[in-house]
């Protein structure tokens, strides 16, 4: 099965950023690839800053590394099964007999410890994966009663706990901002209010579940009052009012990362926060976002290189070679999937003349940025679109969804504007006969 993750789990994950704790240590997990011939597996976690995740997939040889600080939650796409992950280790990634994705280690003790919550998942997948049960207090049951030996570690069954009722925090504040078709349970902001203490509890601020929450219960607080979302004095006064310390820093930089409309008001805010706030993780990551790199000029592309660039001028720098638009983000997994056939078709037909030129429709230049050196695309020619799908030239070229691939000839004429990918078979045809 491929990599899908479920409109429930967009929802309820789609925090815009991270790290609870300044300052602290870093560890890094590695993750090596045991599986079996024709067996694949799907994983994805938030980094540091929660941007949004794209699925690894892993085959036989795949092994990655991964940076993270005080709490890494791995999961993986199908089944929702949960890693919490807290210092530096190696691991491997495998399937059971029942296909089901599991990690493992060389240590017995820490084997049994990821392999805790897997039944208790696979047999509620209502609560972890769909969202149609709010019943927590069941999972911390047959938690307790899985551990009745003592066989996990009493700190690792309160990640555990944690993590479950986080989980149902962000339901019932998901269940209020989209309440169609919702089990609620009763009445959805009675629920809120029977639990507003928890989302003042710092505690939790290191599980990503829990500032997802976070962000859910804003949103129903903007929601109840009445303030729109593109009002960022609204939206400043009312974090401002309901939250204090780590919590109200956490929330504050989550707007600021993604806000639906910039104005004065937003930019207000942006530098009250730039200037008060302690965390200094995210006042660089602000900074790197906004205030660095040249202005780009209305309808222009910002090069990897940094430089403001029009499309005409992109075009004219390859006049004379066939050239391959590739429109992707680095949160879109499928996309991202392509990647490894661009690279072949670059070492297959750049000396014959093919230029492959990237289009990011990132917001976040640093999100772009990042994936772009994981990616390696040193190859390619590399820009991001300024104002994403909003620009004039997602207008022109009409893209409206990714990943989107379009030929133009060696006399600057559009071949193909809807073209195969590059794992497709029938685009190497096409290149044969315009190369």
Not at 63 to 84: G, H, R, Y
Not at 241 to 253: A, C, E
Not at 320 to 332: E, P, Q
Not at 343 to 368: C, F, H, P, R
């Amino acid at each position: 099965m491929k990599y899908t993750l479920s409109l429930f789990v967009l929802l309820l994950f789609f925090a815009f950023a991270g790290s609870a704790q300044n300052g602290s240590s870093t560890d890094t997990v590695e993750i090596i690839s045991k599986l079996k011939p024709g067996e694949k597996a799907y994983l994805y976690y938030y980094n540091q800053f929660q941007e949004f995740p794209t699925p690894i997939e892993f085959n036989q040889t795949k092994k990655i590394k991964v940076a993270f600080k005080n709490l890494l939650i791995l999961k993986d796409t199908e089944k929702q099964m949960t890693f919490p992950i807290t210092n530096s280790e190696k691991l491997y990634v495998i399937k059971d007999a029942e296909k089901i994705t599991r990690l493992v280690s060389d240590d017995k003790n820490r084997t049994n410890e990821l392999a805790f919550l897997v039944p208790i998942i696979a047999s509620n997948q209502d609560f972890f994966a769909f969202g149609k049960s709010l019943d927590y207090r069941s999972i911390w049951q047959k938690i307790d009663a899985a551990n009745t030996k003592n066989v996990v570690a009493p700190s690792y069954i309160e990640i555990l706990k944690n993590h479950v009722y986080s989980n149902y925090l962000a339901m019932i504040a998901s269940n209020y901002l989209y309440p169609e078709g919702k089990n609620t349970s009763g009445s959805a902001w009675a629920l809120l209010e029977k639990e507003k203490a928890a989302y003042q509890n710092e505690n939790f601020l290191k599980d990503a579940q829990f500032r997802t929450a976070l962000i859910n219960y804003e949103k129903a607080l903007l929601k109840k009052a009445m303030v729109s979302t593109t009002d960022f004095g609204g939206i400043e006064q009312s974090i401002s009012s309901n939250f204090r310390g780590k919590i109200k820093d956490f929330l504050l930089f989550a707007f600021l990362c993604h806000p639906q409309k910039q104005d004065a008001k937003f930019d207000t805010a942006l530098q009250n926060y730039l200037n008060a706030s302690q965390n200094k993780e995210y006042v660089e990551y602000l900074k790197e976002k906004y205030l660095s790199g040249p202005k780009v000029k209305n309808g222009n592309l910002l090069s990897d290189k940094n430089e403001s660039i029009s499309m005409d001028e992109i075009l004219k720098q390859h006049k004379g070679k066939v050239i391959y638009l590739d429109f992707w983000a680095s949160w879109c997994a499928p996309c991202r999937q392509e990647i490894p056939d661009s690279k072949k078709l670059i070492a297959s037909y750049q000396a014959k003349g093919l230029q492959v030129i990237t289009i990011s429709m990132d917001e976040n230049k640093v999100a772009w940025q990042k994936a772009l050196k994981a990616e390696d695309l040193s190859l390619s020619a590399n820009y991001l679109l300024s104002k994403d799908f909003g620009s004039e030239l997602a207008k022109k070229y009409k893209i409206k969804s990714i990943p989107r691939y379009m030929i133009i000839d060696k006399n600057g004429k559009f071949i193909n504007t809807n073209a195969p990918r590059p794992s497709d078979p029938k685009l190497k045809e096409l290149l044969k006969e315009l190369l």
